[in-house]
């Protein structure tokens, strides 16, 4: 591991946003930073996996893997993060090192890559991320891509977070601190206004972030960059002319808004778009900090009037499924803010959860969870479910439906029981007053879906493939003994059973 990027790590975790970090003495927290990988602790994602997710979707860039080209992975569906600009963020960009580059280094062939996307693409800027094994060999991408900015005058900007340095949710960071080095405070907008805000850790999964926009709209705040879905290099580049950000995954972009706070004055909070109580004390949060900005005090007014309109037609919209879903049980495994975000819609949809995981939440995360769940939540908080465990629980009809991520949807059909997308890769937007409404209806239609009963219904033979007497034999069945005797030189009561 280089000098650049142990220090650049060292740098990340010394976070002042995370009160667990900052609880450590300074012993602990060097201690707890700096130690190897145990095997398997990157089984979620490894660094640059982290790196290249939080930053793909900046959509107008092109983004090159400098390593094999196994690294690269399927970047067509970037995990459902949606942009109603440009595409070129879904082309996968590779350098496609071979045995030569590792050997003699793959420095000159990262440098003509870098050429090439730009004489063809012309992107606004080009990011450059670094591998296991160009970080092993010693490929200083940092040197490579300042050369390629002065040659062809476009920014080129390196993403040190080669898979080796730790798990995904590291990656975040050190992908978040290459926007903060590189491209934000380098471009002034064309103009500003006292309702600009930049949205930070959202990634317009399925569009969410176009369910939430018309309201902001309709208050007249204008989202100046969203870090970084549906995002534009140059909006992001001009986010620190903003007046508040808004964080929604503090647990992978948290360094962003506490630096941009530092430097800029910039102040923050951490909201949910999920559930239609947590949509509107967002709305009242943004409101509340731009007034504070310097805007006008009569946004306060116009939220509070939105809000009510808002409400009030999703209440009405979700009534019909709340008789339906009242009291059924819902295990959720995911992680970080949807830990407890989705947990506040789920309980205003009428259900009832008997256990959210918080593996990847933050403290805070979990403090919320206490905070929805009140008292008796720590019994329901999982750290660390097994796949065994959630089997068990699941087939003991300790819940009605699980709610996670694609890993974990095998657990659930071997257990026979509902099982609905969370995560990243739905096909359904949840975000927002109508993202609530469609969460509800997706809930509804899963546990409803009439195949459950049916692969419940126990079939006629045993675990060791001999009939339980369910079947019984027929004249065909007869007839095909008598021909398989045959055959054998056997008399039909001779054939092995």
């Given amino acids: 591991m280089s000098v650049s990027l142990k220090a650049k790590i060292a740098e990340v975790f010394e976070e002042p946003g995370c009160d667990i970090n900052q609880g450590k003495s300074e012993k602990e927290r060097k201690k707890g930073c700096t130690r190897q990988l145990s095997p398997g602790a990157a089984a979620g994602g490894c660094a640059f996996d982290g790196a290249k997710i939080a930053l793909q979707p900046v959509a107008d860039v092109a983004h090159l893997v400098h390593g094999p080209i196994a690294c690269e992975g399927n970047s067509w569906d970037n995990r459902h993060s949606a942009s109603s600009h440009s595409q070129i963020y879904r082309t996968g960009f590779t350098t496609d090192i071979n045995e030569l580059?590792?050997?003699?280094?793959?420095?000159?062939?990262?440098?003509?890559?870098?050429?090439?996307?730009?004489?063809?693409?012309?992107?606004?800027?080009?990011?450059?991320?670094?591998?296991?094994?160009?970080?092993?060999?010693?490929?200083?991408?940092?040197?490579?891509?300042?050369?390629?900015?002065?040659?062809?005058?476009?920014?080129?900007?390196?993403?040190?977070?080669?898979?080796?340095?730790?798990?995904?949710?590291?990656?975040?960071?050190?992908?978040?601190?290459?926007?903060?080095?590189?491209?934000?405070?380098?471009?002034?907008?064309?103009?500003?206004?006292?309702?600009?805000?930049?949205?930070?850790?959202?990634?317009?999964?399925?569009?969410e972030l176009w369910q939430v926009k018309p309201l902001l709209d309709a208050l007249g705040i204008r989202i100046l960059s969203c870090i970084s879905g549906d995002g534009k290099y140059n909006e992001i580049a001009s986010a620190h002319r903003a007046r508040v950000n808004m964080m929604v995954c503090s647990k992978s972009m948290i360094n962003i808004a506490t630096k941009m706070q530092q430097r800029y004055g910039i102040p923050y909070f951490e909201g949910s778009f999920y559930g239609i109580s947590d949509m509107s004390e967002t709305l009242r949060q943004i409101a509340k900090l731009l007034v504070q900005q310097g805007a006008d005090a009569e946004l306060l007014e116009r939220t509070e009037r939105l809000?009510?309109?808002?409400?009030?037609?999703?209440?009405?919209?979700i009534a019909e499924y709340k008789a339906r879903l009242a009291g059924k049980r819902v295990?959720?495994?995911?992680?970080?803010?949807?830990?407890?975000?989705?947990?506040?819609?789920?309980?205003?949809?009428?259900?009832?959860?008997?256990?959210?995981?918080?593996?990847?939440?933050?403290?805070?995360?979990?403090?919320?969870?206490?905070?929805?769940?009140?008292?008796?939540?720590?019994?329901h908080m999982i750290d660390d479910m097994t796949p065994r465990e959630m089997y068990a629980m699941l087939r003991d009809a300790r819940a009605d439906i699980m709610l996670s991520g694609g890993r974990s949807?095998?657990?659930?059909?071997?257990?026979?029981?509902?099982?609905?997308d969370i995560n990243q890769e739905r096909y359904y937007a949840y975000a927002g007053y109508e993202g609530m409404v469609e969460l509800v209806h997706q809930?509804?239609?899963?546990?409803?879906?009439?195949?459950?009963?049916?692969?419940r219904i126990a079939a006629p033979w045993g675990d060791d493939g001999e009939t339980l007497g369910a079947v019984a034999p027929t004249a065909s069945t007869a007839h095909l003994s008598a021909v398989a005797a045959h055959a054998m030189g056997l008399e039909p009561e001779e054939i092995p059973v």
């Fill in 101 to 207: 580059d590792v050997i003699y280094g793959g420095e000159k062939r990262l440098f003509k890559s870098i050429r090439e996307i730009i004489e063809k693409y012309d992107p606004p800027a080009v990011f450059v991320y670094q591998t296991c094994v160009t970080a092993l060999t010693g490929d200083d991408i940092e040197a490579v891509c300042k050369r390629a900015a002065e040659k062809f005058g476009k920014p080129v900007i390196p993403v040190n977070a080669p898979g080796f340095a730790g798990p995904k949710n590291l990656g975040n960071k050190l992908g978040a601190e290459a926007i903060l080095d590189y491209v934000i405070g380098t471009v002034e907008p064309e103009f500003t206004t006292p309702y600009d805000i930049n949205i930070i850790g959202e990634y317009n999964l399925v569009g």
């Fill in 307 to 317: 809000i009510e309109v808002e409400e009030a037609r999703a209440y009405k919209r």
């Fill in 331 to 379: 295990l959720l495994i995911t992680g970080g803010v949807k830990s407890w975000s989705v947990v506040a819609a789920l309980q205003e949809g009428g259900m009832e959860i008997v256990g959210t995981s918080v593996k990847k939440s933050t403290k805070e995360d979990k403090d919320k969870i206490k905070e929805i769940m009140g008292e008796g939540a720590d019994a």
């Fill in 409 to 420: 949807q095998f657990v659930a059909l071997k257990a026979r029981m509902p099982w609905l």
């Fill in 443 to 455: 809930i509804d239609r899963t546990i409803s879906n009439p195949v459950w009963q049916r692969v």
